[in-house]
């Protein structure tokens, strides 16, 4: 079994939660490793394949709280998945989110190792500006940034950085949150693959609420929380609990529901949620 073979099948056996996809059984017959999986019925992916202008909040919330809740085991494990995409996001029938897919999860070197990893993993569309501009230095803010785009995808049914290639999805970003920051600048042209080439800049942005103007205001704040370009830089830390209750959590007047009080902190640096209260309240008269 090869060395990064042998880190998968480690990662998968020590994660064990509701909201994983679990491994049954592992063998070995005539020099293969043979892992078999519980059985899910279908994926993020087909769901939106089906609702192609999104699904509803109902639902959208309920995933997302699946969703962080896996990556925040992941993250107290110590692990971070790096390829969070809606293919890899498995839903039972009863509603139930399981991610999948470990192949490219690593365990987190200390911070006095000084860990280096490749910037070759995750699907182009849920990478993070870190790893589009090639810093092998990063960590579960890589998720969390994946989770951000899949929130406002599952509310639109569209990717929400389409690019078809690595400067191009640069372009999407910066289009959206404004330049990268002096560090991600700096790493974009000490990068060979980039060589010759000027960083995408854009005087005029185009932001999420502009984009998405029928989404309701708290669902596009939860979103800006896991897309912040900046935190990688600064270093700060943003409750994300002190953000939903100072701040209206109805996500839509007409059908009166509500985005859950989080008690948790997640920032683009972690994730690490502690509770969460998921309610549908009556609608509400105008």
Not at 17 to 38: G, T
Not at 183 to 207: D, K
């Amino acid at each position: 079994i090869s060395f990064v073979s042998a880190l998968v099948l480690l990662t998968v056996k020590q994660l064990r939660h509701d909201n994983l996809v679990n491994l049954l059984e592992v063998w070995k017959r005539r020099r293969r490793w043979y892992l078999v999986f519980e059985f899910v019925e279908r994926t993020l992916l087909d769901d939106l394949e089906q609702n192609p202008s999104g699904l509803d909040l109902n639902t959208s919330r309920q995933y997302l709280y699946q969703i962080l809740r896996a990556a925040a085991f992941c993250h107290q494990q110590n692990i971070i998945h790096r390829d969070i995409k809606p293919e890899n996001i498995l839903i039972s029938q009863g509603g139930v989110v399981k991610m999948c897919d470990f192949g490219f999860a690593r365990t987190m070197a200390s911070p006095a190792e000084g860990g280096v990893y490749t910037d070759y993993v995750a699907t182009r569309w849920y990478r993070a500006p870190e790893l589009l501009v090639g810093d092998t230095k990063y960590g579960k803010p890589v998720d969390v940034w994946a989770v951000g785009c899949l929130l406002l995808e599952m509310l639109t049914g569209q990717p929400l950085f389409p690019g078809d290639s690595d400067l191009d999805q640069i372009y999407h970003i910066v289009r959206c949150f404004g330049n990268l920051t002096a560090h991600h600048q700096e790493l974009f042209y000490r990068n060979p693959v980039f060589s010759g080439v000027r960083l995408p800049e854009y005087s005029c942005r185009v932001r999420l609420e502009q984009r998405f103007p029928v989404i309701a205001p708290a669902a596009l704040d939860l979103a800006q929380v896991h897309l912040d370009i900046t935190t990688q830089e600064t270093f700060t830390t943003q409750s994300l609990y002190s953000i939903i209750s100072t701040s209206p959590l109805c996500c839509c007047c007409c059908c009166g529901n509500h985005w859950g009080e989080y008690s948790s902190s997640l920032e683009r640096g972690q994730v690490a949620i502690t509770g969460c209260i998921i309610s549908s309240h009556p609608q509400q008269k105008k």
